[in-house]
């Protein structure tokens, strides 16, 4: 090629008639070409046809890497096509050098590509040269750079694997600390892809690939999951990337990789520690609970059988004060049950029962007053406008009621006590319910509010305290309260001495149509009165059927035959443990009509005899009757084919119930 062919065309137009486009093209001093998405020369700068000693005829509309490859052009097509790639795919300027043979030129290459959204319209490429010289005083630099900090300071750190990634995640750098932690060497690691490090989920959900992405676009991702190490074995990692740009143009990636397995076994042996814990807790609890409710059913049954002999005034009353007792030992266990469940997030409550407030608060204060001091007055007052009825759960509503009006007549020696309850709120669903009890008790010194309502705190824990208790009722109360949508809080009387404990529950309203259907359910209620009680009802059924008592314990024998014998049942069979249970109905299929069943009991427990029981093909009603009282022992009783539950000690009222239900 002569040097005339080598020179662009001279027959150019003159400044004032150039475009901007036009000028850039022919006056650039960095050797330029403008491809389009299929690589093919659209534009050509002088200084590009001069560095490659072409003529923009050679160039113009030709495929460059064909160019490349027939002009034997420097950089050649496997290094052009490796700028070009990495700057399509990254869709960012992509740079990179090519070396020469020593004391000769280097090539730096340097592809800006033009996308419009997703569609590559062209791509840019600059081409310059530098003499070797300069080259080697870079290295040089950069050996300093790579050598003294990076070796120092990368290198020698153990406790992390510090290495770098190419733009396209293949590693480039291999620390001490990445050879210790993974069990690669530097030369069997470097060049390979970093995927290497992941497990086969990971891989699937092609997470390697979308950490660079996220990379890419944050400039940082973080990330704690499993990896792999040359052996196979996985380890529990942190890992940290970070996007490394250089004048602008990205580069690569580092990433630091840290081992947590020791910290991931030890906060799973803290979870399973607290889990086992919980399980403990509920387990010793249940287990209180039934081994005090066992006797105490004994003694409480014995009594009502008792009480219904003729008694003379003194032993009426000896039976009143043991009644009495072994109520308040009954509320204890239940208190350090409710406990148990508010603390451990599974206690629930009802929304949809009717709840009618002026007959509850009436209720509870009627019950009270035998329990007054001497002196003592209480009243109450109702606002004119509350809701003659609302939905809620009744149950636990009257039991705050009553904590609170139990602790105003325990800790009021003289004067009165005042419950006051009002509407202080109402939307379209929603009724807003304060209830006040005042009283002219012990004055409350040095207390916070907080530490008030917490667990096992007391008003007086001294050795000499006069008034009794767990320290677990007005925390129960506030958990109660709190699963209402209210609160709990106290103050002082404003009036003088004593206390105002107050607090806020929300009720559901009725809508009038169920308002009229309980209306009308009332109503029957009210006609169907003169119906005989319960106990009367009981006695006419009980001797047409023939009950299967099932129980271990001696004295719960006794009390339980002597209770069902008074209720009119003569046909009772006994059954010590659960496998006597299964022979007997196994024998007479037909002849039982209810059988009562507890549930721990030797040989054979209640719940596996209730098991064999259903898998004869016998549907014959089976009651739990068991001092296990927590909610998930129930669940469990009737989904393994129980039909019914009535709790240690038997209330009689409880099972004369179960008895309509199911014999009736």
């Given at each position: 090629?002569?040097?005339?062919?080598?020179?662009?065309?001279?027959?150019?137009?003159?400044?004032?008639?150039?475009?901007?486009?036009?000028?850039?093209?022919?006056?650039?001093?960095?050797?330029?070409?403008?491809?389009?998405?299929?690589?093919?020369?659209?534009?050509?700068?002088?200084?590009?046809?001069?560095?490659?000693?072409?003529?923009?005829?050679?160039?113009?509309?030709?495929?460059?890497?064909?160019?490349?490859?027939?002009?034997?052009?420097?950089?050649?097509?496997?290094?052009?096509?490796?700028?070009?790639?990495?700057?399509?795919?990254?869709?960012?300027?992509?740079?990179?050098?090519?070396?020469?043979?020593?004391?000769?030129?280097?090539?730096?290459?340097?592809?800006?590509?033009?996308?419009?959204?997703?569609?590559?319209?062209?791509?840019?490429?600059?081409?310059?040269?530098?003499?070797?010289?300069?080259?080697?005083?870079?290295?040089?630099?950069?050996?300093?750079?790579?050598?003294?900090?990076?070796?120092?300071?990368?290198?020698?750190?153990?406790?992390?694997?510090?290495?770098?990634?190419?733009?396209?995640?293949?590693?480039?750098?291999?620390?001490?600390?990445?050879?210790?932690?993974?069990?690669?060497?530097?030369?069997?690691?470097?060049?390979?892809?970093?995927?290497?490090?992941?497990?086969?989920?990971?891989?699937?959900?092609?997470?390697?690939?979308?950490?660079?992405?996220?990379?890419?676009?944050?400039?940082?991702?973080?990330?704690?999951?499993?990896?792999?190490?040359?052996?196979?074995?996985?380890?529990?990692?942190?890992?940290?990337?970070?996007?490394?740009?250089?004048d602008g143009v990205h580069i690569g990636y580092s990433k630091v990789t840290r081992d947590l397995t020791e910290r991931k076994a030890a906060e799973s042996r803290v979870i399973a520690a607290y889990e086992e814990s919980a399980k403990l807790k509920s387990a010793f609890l249940a287990n209180?609970?039934?081994?005090?409710?066992?006797?105490?059913?004994?003694?409480?049954?014995?009594?009502?059988?008792?009480?219904?002999?003729?008694?003379?005034?003194?032993?009426?009353?000896?039976?009143?004060?043991?009644?009495?007792?072994?109520?308040?030992?009954?509320?204890?266990?239940?208190?350090?049950?409710?406990?148990?469940?508010?603390?451990?997030?599974?206690?629930?409550?009802?929304?949809?029962?009717?709840?009618?407030?002026?007959?509850?608060?009436?209720?509870?204060?009627?019950?009270?007053?035998?329990?007054?001091?001497?002196?003592?007055?209480?009243?109450?007052?109702?606002?004119?406008?509350?809701?003659?009825?609302?939905?809620?759960?009744?149950?636990?509503?009257?039991?705050?009621?009553?904590?609170?009006?139990?602790?105003?007549?325990?800790?009021?020696?003289?004067?009165?006590?005042?419950?006051?309850?009002?509407?202080?709120?109402?939307?379209?669903?929603?009724?807003?319910?304060?209830?006040?009890?005042?009283?002219?008790?012990?004055?409350?010194?040095?207390?916070?509010?907080?530490?008030?309502?917490?667990?096992?705190?007391?008003?007086?824990?001294?050795?000499?305290?006069?008034?009794?208790?767990?320290?677990?009722?007005?925390?129960i109360c506030k958990g109660l309260v709190e699963l209402m949508g209210g609160a709990l809080s106290f103050h002082p009387n404003p009036k003088g001495q004593g206390s105002v404990f107050w607090f806020t529950a929300r009720l559901r309203k009725i809508e009038k149509s169920k308002q009229v259907?309980?209306?009308?359910?009332?109503?029957?209620?009210?006609?169907?009165?003169?119906?005989?009680?319960?106990?009367?009802?009981?006695?006419?059924?009980?001797?047409?059927?023939?009950?299967?008592?099932?129980?271990?314990?001696?004295?719960?024998?006794?009390?339980?035959?002597?209770?069902?014998?008074?209720?009119?049942?003569a046909k009772v069979d006994m059954a010590i443990d659960g496998a006597e249970a299964v022979q007997k109905a196994k024998q007479n299929p037909l002849f039982y009509d209810l059988i009562l069943m507890d549930i721990s009991m030797p040989v054979l427990d209640g719940v596996a005899a209730t098991?064999?029981?259903?898998?004869?093909?016998?549907?014959?009603?089976?009651?739990?009757?068991?001092?296990?009282?927590?909610?998930?022992?129930?669940?469990?009783?009737?989904?393994?084919?129980?039909?019914?539950?009535?709790?240690?000690?038997?209330?009689?009222?409880?099972?004369?119930?179960?008895?309509?239900?199911?014999?009736?």
């Open positions: 090629m002569t040097s005339a062919e080598a020179q662009p065309d001279t027959t150019q137009p003159s400044r004032g008639e150039r475009s901007t486009g036009e000028a850039f093209e022919a006056f650039t001093p960095v050797p330029n070409v403008l491809l389009d998405s299929a690589f093919r020369i659209v534009q050509v700068s002088p200084s590009y046809l001069a560095f490659n000693h072409l003529t923009s005829h050679e160039c113009l509309g030709h495929n460059l890497y064909d160019l490349a490859a027939a002009k034997t052009l420097s950089p050649g097509p496997s290094a052009l096509q490796a700028v070009l790639d990495s700057a399509i795919a990254t869709k960012n300027v992509s740079a990179t050098r090519v070396h020469a043979a020593p004391g000769q030129f280097t090539a730096s290459l340097r592809a800006v590509p033009i996308f419009e959204q997703d569609t590559l319209l062209y791509v840019l490429l600059e081409v310059q040269h530098t003499i070797a010289e300069h080259e080697r005083r870079e290295a040089i630099n950069d050996q300093l750079d790579t050598n003294e900090t990076y070796r120092v300071l990368v290198d020698t750190v153990k406790d992390y694997a510090i290495f770098m990634l190419d733009t396209k995640g293949n590693v480039r750098t291999w620390n001490a600390g990445a050879a210790l932690l993974k069990g690669y060497k530097p030369e069997e690691i470097i060049g390979k892809h970093f995927s290497i490090f992941y497990g086969e989920d990971d891989l699937t959900a092609e997470k390697p690939r979308k950490e660079l992405e996220i990379c890419l676009r944050d400039g940082k991702v973080e990330d704690e999951s499993w990896r792999y190490k040359k052996d196979g074995s996985r380890f529990w990692a942190n890992v940290t990337i970070t996007c490394v740009r250089r209180t609970s039934h081994e005090i409710r066992t006797p105490l059913h004994g003694m409480l049954s014995a009594l009502t059988l008792l009480m219904d002999t003729k008694l003379t005034p003194e032993q009426r009353e000896l039976g009143s004060i043991i009644e009495e007792s072994g109520s308040v030992l009954l509320q204890v266990i239940n208190d350090i049950l409710d406990y148990s469940k508010l603390s451990s997030g599974v206690f629930s409550i009802s929304t949809d029962v009717a709840v009618s407030i002026p007959n509850l608060i009436t209720s509870v204060v009627r019950n009270i007053h035998p329990a007054l001091k001497p002196g003592v007055t209480i009243g109450t007052s109702l606002d004119l406008n509350l809701p003659s009825s609302a939905l809620g759960d009744p149950l636990r509503y009257r039991q705050v009621v009553q904590n609170l009006v139990s602790n105003a007549v325990k800790f009021t020696e003289s004067g009165s006590i005042d419950v006051h309850v009002s509407l202080v709120d109402e939307d379209a669903t929603l009724f807003t319910i304060r209830t006040e009890v005042t009283d002219t008790g012990i004055e409350i010194k040095n207390v916070g509010v907080e530490s008030l309502f917490s667990p096992f705190t007391q008003f007086d824990a001294s050795a000499t305290k006069r008034y009794k208790g767990t320290g677990l009722g007005l925390s259907d309980r209306l009308s359910a009332k109503f029957e209620a009210v006609a169907m009165s003169s119906v005989p009680d319960s106990l009367t009802l009981v006695r006419e059924l009980a001797p047409g059927k023939r009950i299967l008592l099932v129980e271990d314990n001696f004295i719960n024998q006794k009390v339980m035959l002597m209770m069902l014998k008074g209720l009119g049942f098991i064999q029981i259903r898998e004869l093909g016998l549907d014959t009603p089976i009651i739990a009757m068991t001092a296990n009282a927590l909610k998930e022992d129930v669940s469990s009783y009737l989904a393994k084919g129980m039909n019914d539950y009535v709790p240690k000690p038997v209330d009689r009222q409880v099972l004369l119930k179960a008895f309509l239900k199911w014999l009736g």
